[in-house]
């Protein structure tokens, strides 16, 4: 522990309240898999799953406990699995061909992994628990775009077991990267080299049914549709317009930065329909940063779960001149913004392809 290490500690535990009730483990770097997008659907999990060895039992059980959690009956719960057989109808290719590869690669039946997959559509609902997550887009003194976000959400310890990052490959090189859940083929973080990043945050509106109902009318499973957003958008603003105008099965927000200053977007989506888009810069109290958690940018958030004021103190406490990648992760390791259900905290420079991290969580404050 050098003195620089040292000084390091005291200027943190100045600027920021440390979180209490550590329980004693340190957050980890997540591992990195290639998943090549020339090889067929089929093919492409199967390294990944068979090298992270997940045993079918354990994937199973807690898919079950995340599923019962997400939805409140149990006839829901057999709703979602009429679906999950009937994967054909409800999952567009390439998703289904990767789905049925990962689940013959490791014995874990169709239906959990395809539940697995669609549970964020059938489950983002007006009256769901408390899931939670941040993503922040802000630029640097010199204008450079970093995006971090924390993903929280139900039985994390189960997640963060299976928390990894991707680098998608196309052509023999990295097209983008990603931080996903194994056996999860949609994208809810990821950095496309040199054009964009984006990240999704839950938004909780309507019905479950209308959700539901979206799928049969085959709008674009929410984060399948921001995984093709990365796949197929080259820049910022082609990745902004796709964000704004595909009909998603569920509500969500998408965060957006690029690689010029000002480059940066909150999305806001209803299932079917655009609802509101906040760019950088707009709002005239801090200019220089974004941060969306679970509610309407334009609405105050609930006193109950203030996690974006928690972020704006901790972002202007550091200021835009001292703003950096490092700087990012500490303002999302702030007491409720990171929290007991926090899985990863991933921070990311679409301009910097040295700049993506992820690291997951076993730090988090107890319960
Ligand atoms: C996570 O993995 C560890 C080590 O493999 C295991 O002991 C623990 O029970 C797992 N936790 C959950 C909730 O699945
Ligand atoms: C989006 O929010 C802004 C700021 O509150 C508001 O002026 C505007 O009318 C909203 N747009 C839509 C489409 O609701």
Redesign the pocket.
């Given at each position: 522990m050098g003195p620089t290490f040292f000084v390091w500690t005291v200027l943190a535990s100045l600027i920021f309240v440390s979180v209490s009730a550590f329980n004693g483990r340190n957050a980890e770097p997540a591992k990195t898999f290639i998943v090549d997008l020339d090889d067929p659907p089929m093919q492409r999990w199967q390294k990944v799953v068979l090298s992270a060895a997940v045993d079918a039992s354990y994937y199973k059980q807690g898919i079950d406990k995340l599923l019962k959690a997400a939805l409140s009956s149990e006839a829901l719960v057999e709703l979602v699995e009429v679906i999950a057989k009937d994967i054909e109808k409800f999952i567009p290719q390439p998703f289904a061909d990767e789905i049925r590869g990962i689940s013959q690669a490791t014995g874990i039946p169709l239906g959990d992994v395809v539940i697995a997959n669609i549970i964020y559509d059938v489950s983002a609902f007006g009256s769901s628990g408390n899931k939670a997550c941040t993503s922040i887009v802000t630029a640097d003194k010199s204008g450079k775009i970093y995006h971090g976000r924390n993903l929280d959400y139900e039985d994390p310890e189960f997640l963060k077991n299976l928390t990894i990052q991707v680098d998608f490959h196309q052509n023999g090189k990295s097209l983008f990267m990603a931080t996903t859940y194994l056996g999860y083929v949609g994208v809810i973080t990821g950095s496309r080299h040199g054009a964009f990043s984006i990240s999704g945050d839950e938004r909780d509106s309507g019905e479950w049914w209308q959700n539901l109902i979206a799928v049969a009318e085959k709008s674009d499973i929410t984060f399948f549709h921001e995984r093709m957003i990365l796949e197929k958008c080259t820049n910022f603003k082609e990745a902004l317009t796709e964000a704004m105008s595909t009909p998603t099965i569920a509500p969500v927000y998408y965060i957006i930065g690029g690689i010029k200053p000002k480059e940066g977007a909150i999305v806001v989506r209803n299932a079917h329909t655009?609802?509101?888009?906040?760019m950088l810069g707009m709002d005239q109290t801090h200019p220089w940063y974004l941060v969306e958690t679970n509610y309407d940018?334009?609405k105050a958030p609930p006193a109950s779960d203030d996690r974006r004021d928690a972020a704006i103190h901790a972002m202007n406490r550091v200021g835009q001149d001292e703003m950096d990648a490092e700087m990012l992760y500490k303002v999302l390791s702030v007491p409720l913004v990171f929290n007991k259900d926090t899985t990863y905290t991933t921070v990311m420079s679409a301009a910097d392809s040295s700049v993506y991290r992820t690291m997951i969580r076993w730090d988090g404050p107890e319960d």
């Open positions: 655009l609802a509101n888009v906040t940018p334009w």
